[in-house]
């Protein structure tokens, strides 16, 4: 399920704001649900949109530790800002879905399917949410039991991804080598230029059906100057990023060190709220549950997110394994950092920082990482962690 890298023998194009409205008018009318960045509630979310007015133009996002915040910026940028509390795992891994519904009738149950899901075209998609959303293919799809739903999901979406140009404090990108600048995954990769010529987007096509859709829209070739500035705005990125979690060995140093005394100093501070797993693009746990209609007649299964922090996570028919805060939280991020590489032969993490921004007491996965390893090999060893 993976998407191809990006096409070489595609030239970029440049389109201006009403190329990209066009875009979204052409979307639209190929019958696809344009989701894409908009400002609502104090934070940027995805949403349905029809106009480019919808956008977050001349917003930018201030984030760090236990903190996030939208500002106005200095220019008129349409996606100015980083990422907020929102992943597209919402759209392609529902938070709540039907799984089947089943009907009482005359001629006995029926059982249906989930409805058809809607045809997406994703607007704004940054490069670590790429890399998000193909872990999350490895974990849903690419398995020998794939997830019917996801699949379909993702299989009927476009994405039309976004280079960073401005990076929050808790972004990590670099050292999980998933950004700031798009690679693969993408249908077009746009690079919004603000360099004092009017505004208008490099577009990267990275895929057949990326330049069918360009083929129809009012472009024109990218001529040596836009290249230039694209290139700037891409390495501006890439130098703003300052926070790193070095992944060479994490997962052998924090397989080790189950017994680390700092997973007792992190759980005197975790709430177990469970914020960093519904905001992280990556983690797929789920519930199901029965929901039966009050004429009895009616019965529907629903899959819901749930979270390791919950302490029926893990329960068995003796109780749950992991009652203590401490355990939940190791369980989390060990799981991420190190033994999804056992599982999918990848890093649950792809470095976005939602994790640190919106945990309410601002724990940092990143410290939190570097203070186990630079301790690494000073603590007594262990075969086996307690709860």
């Known amino acids: 399920m993976a998407r191809p890298p990006a096409h070489t023998d595609h030239h970029p194009v440049v389109i201006d704001r009403a190329g990209l409205q066009a875009l979204v008018d052409t979307l639209i009318a190929d019958g696809r649900t344009v989701v894409a960045p908009t400002v609502r509630d104090g934070a940027i979310v995805y949403d349905e949109i029809t106009k480019i007015a919808e956008l977050p133009a001349g917003w930018g996002d201030e984030q760090k530790p236990g903190?996030?915040?939208?500002?106005?910026?200095?220019?008129?940028?349409?996606?100015?800002?980083?990422?907020?509390?929102?992943?597209?795992?919402?759209?392609?891994?529902?938070?709540?879905?039907?799984?089947?519904?089943?009907?009482?009738?005359?001629?006995?149950?029926?059982?249906?399917?989930?409805?058809?899901?809607?045809?997406?075209?994703?607007?704004?998609v940054r490069a670590c949410e790429l890399a998000a959303i193909s872990v999350q293919d490895r974990v849903l799809v690419n398995t020998p039991y794939p997830d019917r739903d996801y699949a379909a999901r993702r299989e009927n979406?476009?994405?039309?991804?976004?280079?960073?140009?401005?990076?929050?404090?808790?972004?990590?990108?670099?050292?999980?080598?998933?950004?700031?600048?798009?690679?693969?995954?993408?249908?077009?990769?746009?690079?919004?230029?603000?360099?004092g010529r009017r505004p208008r987007f490099l577009v990267e096509i990275g895929s057949d059906r990326?330049?069918?859709?360009?083929?129809?829209?009012?472009?024109?070739?990218?001529?040596?100057?836009?290249?230039?500035?694209?290139?700037?705005?891409?390495?501006?990125?890439?130098?703003?990023?300052?926070?790193?979690?070095?992944?060479?060995?994490?997962?052998?140093?924090?397989?080790?060190?189950l017994e680390h005394p700092r997973w007792d100093t992190v759980a005197a501070r975790c709430l177990t709220c469970a914020n960093c797993t519904m905001v992280c693009p990556t983690c797929f746990c789920a519930d199901f549950r029965e929901a039966g209609g009050l004429d009895a007649h009616q019965s529907e299964q629903h899959r819901t997110w749930a979270s390791c922090f919950s302490v029926d996570h893990s329960q068995l028919h003796g109780g749950s394994m992991r009652w203590t805060v401490k355990?939940?939280?190791?369980?989390?991020?060990?799981?991420?950092?190190?033994?999804?590489?056992?599982?999918?032969?990848?890093?649950?993490?792809?470095?976005?920082?939602?994790?640190?921004?919106?945990?309410?007491?601002?724990?940092?996965?990143?410290?939190?990482?570097?203070?186990?390893?630079a301790t690494d090999g000073l603590t007594r060893p262990s075969t086996g962690a307690t709860p």
């Open 327 to 373: 355990s939940r939280y190791r369980q989390w991020m060990v799981h991420k950092l190190a033994t999804w590489h056992d599982q999918f032969g990848t890093s649950g993490c792809v470095g976005c920082g939602r994790c640190i921004a919106w945990c309410p007491v601002g724990i940092d996965i990143t410290e939190e990482a570097a203070a186990i390893r």
């Open 210 to 257: 990326g330049a069918a859709l360009v083929a129809r829209l009012s472009a024109h070739d990218a001529v040596p100057t836009d290249r230039e500035a694209a290139a700037a705005v891409w390495s501006a990125a890439a130098a703003g990023i300052s926070k790193t979690l070095p992944a060479d060995g994490i997962e052998d140093v924090l397989v080790r060190n």
């Open 157 to 195: 979406a476009m994405f039309i991804a976004v280079n960073c140009s401005t990076p929050a404090a808790t972004c990590f990108c670099t050292s999980m080598g998933t950004g700031p600048r798009v690679a693969s995954g993408y249908d077009l990769g746009l690079t919004e230029l603000l360099d």
């Open 67 to 124: 903190h996030y915040r939208l500002q106005r910026r200095k220019d008129d940028a349409l996606f100015g800002y980083v990422v907020g509390p929102d992943s597209w795992k919402r759209f392609l891994f529902p938070p709540v879905s039907v799984t089947w519904r089943a009907e009482l009738g005359e001629d006995g149950v029926a059982v249906s399917p989930p409805p058809q899901p809607p045809r997406y075209a994703f607007l704004g």
